[in-house]
């Protein structure tokens, strides 16, 4: 997962599927090209009181 500030100059995000959660909204966008990050796995968690997402537990080849 990436964490941005207001501070940050030009940060550059490398291809990929992102979420920017502003209070209750989230807005999704994508980086076009290969994702080789690991940061861009996540793992989705259904349950009664909502969806959660996490960083992956496991590692993966990219």
């Known amino acids: 997962m990436y964490e941005l500030h207001a501070g940050d100059s030009e940060p550059e995000l490398a291809p990929g599927h992102y ?4 209070g209750t909204q989230a807005y999704y966008f994508q980086v076009d090209g290969d994702i080789t990050d690991p ?5 989705r968690v259904v349950a009664g009181n909502g969806t959660f997402y996490s960083a992956c537990k496991k590692a993966r080849t990219y």
């Open 19 to 22: 979420v920017l959660s502003l």
């Open 39 to 43: 940061r861009q796995c996540l793992e």
